[in-house]
């Protein structure tokens, strides 16, 4: 017979060796989340996000958008970083709306009648009113004043 090589209960192997982690206290953790956590909250109350227009101070000549020339076309421009879709709604008024989603920030496009969010679904009547999809609030709105002598819109 040959002997087996089994170790009884009181010997002992000796014991993988453990990389070392750095040590941070629990003081430490608590503090560096908090900071954390307030960085990631405060992010989200910037305006001018993605969802979040900015303000808009824009002058065109209606009569450089062949789309503007009938009550239904709609006409895109941007002020500043500020998708806008420019509709006209009668003979001399105009609705101006953000053309970024206040869901998720997608840019709507127009969609014969309205406008759709690509990213989920959205969709928004010409004014800029939410009209089905993704619930959301409605798209941002702009004032516009309209001088029929000189064909000038003033956005904002």
Known sequence: M?????????????PTPVPSLPCV????????????????????????????????SLTLTVS?????????????VTSGNNPL????????TFDVV?????????????????????VHGARFADSGTWAGGQPTSNLTSYSAQYDAGTGILTIG
């Not at 879709?85 to 001399?92: I, Q």
């Open 98 to 118: 953000s053309r970024i989603c206040p869901h998720a920030g997608g840019t709507v496009n127009s969609n014969g009648n309205g406008f759709t969010c690509p």
């Open 2 to 14: 040959k002997p087996e090589n089994r170790m009884s209960h009181n010997e002992s192997t000796a």
């Open 85 to 92: 879709a420019v509709v006209r709604t009668g003979s001399d």
């Open 64 to 76: 450089d958008y062949p789309a503007l020339a009938n009550v239904g076309g709609v006409a895109y």
């Open 25 to 56: 206290s629990r003081r430490q953790f608590v503090i560096h989340g908090s900071l954390a956590t307030v960085a990631i909250l405060l992010a989200g109350c910037v305006s001018g996000g993605p969802t979040s227009p900015g303000s808009v």
